[in-house]
């Protein structure tokens, strides 16, 4: 396992600074949102025909506003990826160096980062790239010059733009629409919850509760899962949202700078080692793809989903970094080995725990599917059960098929 620990630890900190990049963005739309429930609160005593002028002012005037938000949200993000992009590659280099003998440190190559590479990232949609200034020419020159560089063993390894362009989130959208996106149904789903509410009767004291819970303007010192258990109708389900969005975001960039450095410097790395999670969380597909190992270009890379926590991590050559026997990462339960899989973290007991809490652990991960796990781990080893609980598209193996392949459980 000759790669350095700091890199385990690496992930843990992306995601750190998802949350305050989230909660950053999620702040500016609650404001707006608690805003104009604000506003409506003082229609009660206007007469009709003016309270539903008043009522169609602050509607459109949200609509606007979210509109607004949206772009900036964009805006924000393409500015955190495009600095996430250049620390994350010089982070990543500034490691391998580390890995090399004092003599051979300048060997390691680096990676430059286009200016417009985020902005890219965020607004380009790949099947419009023949409506945007990036042309057939200009891409196959950026990957001839890169070719001739691995080629000859030297040169400048880049993230353009042209790669950003190819960069979408799972569902295959990019940033801004998805923005855009949050910004039109929330938009939708304020004037649905006012109108039916005073059409029903409801007070506006009522509506304004269901709409923001207990949000107050400027709500700074909570976190993310602290909003949105304080808000209401109109700030849960776009705080979730965002935080996805954003969160799967920053996973995206920092794992395509890690593997651009990665794949720059083939002379000590051949391959990539695949690292989710050590938690209950864990998605199927990322448990069952943790501690693989693969050719650059040739397997999965995080973000496998949204929400995606995985990383990805250099294998080095033993021979330039020998492996370590005390070097560990990060889990649920504390610190483990540094080779310690999900499946062998699932299935072994840590110092301190009973046999219930390993049991417990197994059940809260995999549900009805533990005792299979437990069975299977037994006979072909932890990390082939994890395999067997998930099909070859990721998803999970259901019960019923279990059951038809090895019996009750």
Aim: hydrophobic share 40%.
């Amino acid at each position: 396992m000759s790669t350095p620990e700091t890199l385990y630890r690496n992930a843990i900190d992306l995601n750190r600074y998802s949350n305050s990049v989230a909660r950053r963005v999620i702040n500016a739309y609650n404001d707006i949102i608690i805003d104009s429930v604000n506003q409506l609160r003082t229609i009660d005593d206007l007469a009709a025909p003016v309270k539903a002028a008043r009522l169609r002012g602050i509607l459109a005037q949200l609509k606007d506003s979210l509109g607004t938000w949206a772009g900036d949200a964009t805006e924000l993000t393409a500015t955190e990826l495009q600095g996430l992009a250049q620390l994350q590659s010089e982070f990543v280099t500034e490691e391998l160096r580390k890995a090399l003998p004092v003599g051979s440190r300048d060997a390691v190559r680096t990676v430059e980062i286009s200016p417009q590479f985020a902005q890219s990232v965020v607004t380009t949609d790949p099947t419009q790239l023949n409506v945007v200034a990036l042309s057939d020419d200009l891409f196959a020159a950026v990957e001839g010059a890169e070719a001739l560089a691995r080629q000859a063993g030297t040169g400048v390894f880049n993230l353009t733009a042209a790669k950003g362009a190819t960069i979408t989130l799972p569902n295959g959208e990019v940033v801004t629409k998805a923005f855009r996106g949050i910004a039109v149904d929330q938009a939708e789903r304020f004037s649905q919850v006012v109108r039916q509410g005073l059409l029903t009767g409801e007070t506006t004291p009522s509506i304004a509760k269901r709409l923001i819970g207990n949000l107050q303007f400027g709500e700074e010192a909570k976190t993310v899962r602290q909003l949105v258990a304080a808000g209401g109708q109109a700030t849960a389900v776009a705080d979730n949202q965002i935080m996805t969005l954003v969160r799967t975001s920053i996973n995206q960039v920092a794992n395509t700078a890690s593997q651009q450095v990665y794949e720059a410097n083939q002379d000590i790395t051949k391959k990539y080692r695949y690292v989710a999670t050590l938690d209950t969380r864990t998605s199927s597909i990322c448990r069952a793809l943790d501690g693989r190992e693969f050719e650059y270009g040739k397997g999965p890379t995080p973000p496998q989903h949204f929400n995606c926590r995985s990383t990805t991590v250099p294998v080095i050559d033993p021979d330039i970094l020998p492996p370590s026997t005390t070097a560990t990462r990060a889990s649920k339960n504390g610190q483990v080995p540094i080779n310690t899989t999900y499946g062998k973290w699932l299935k072994d007991k840590m110092p301190g725990e009973t046999n219930a809490d390993v049991l417990a652990r197994q059940q809260q991960a995999l549900g009805s599917k533990a005792p299979y796990f437990r069975r299977l781990a037994d006979k072909y080893g932890p990390d082939a059960a994890i395999a067997k609980l998930v099909r070859d598209d990721g998803a999970e193996v259901t019960l019923d098929q279990l059951r038809k392949r090895y019996g009750p459980a």
